[in-house]
């Protein structure tokens, strides 16, 4: 994880209300994650999404990682 990450996820207040998006589109890092979460393929989200790269998907990944470093949500037991 580096400086790679920085150069794929991207935050202006001007797009997507500063939430995180995939190199300045208006596609937002946490619809990545849910695709990939509602058990999608990454060749399917490619698929579906022609302007995204393979190492964009990579870079929603770490980006999920390094926040789950940093911050936890309690969870209903």
């Not at 022609?50 to 990682?65: H, N, V």
């Not at 789950?68 to 949500?73: H, L």
């Amino acid at each position: 994880m580096g400086k790679e990450i920085l150069k794929r996820i991207t935050i202006d207040p001007e797009f997507c209300h500063g939430k995180p998006t995939v190199r300045g589109s208006r596609l937002m890092v946490t619809t990545v994650l849910e695709l990939l979460a509602s058990d999608m393929t990454i060749e399917e989200i490619l698929a579906d999404y022609p302007s995204l790269e393979r190492e964009d998907i990579q870079a929603c990944l770490q980006y999920a990682a390094l926040l789950a470093k940093f911050q936890s949500i309690p969870l209903a037991a």
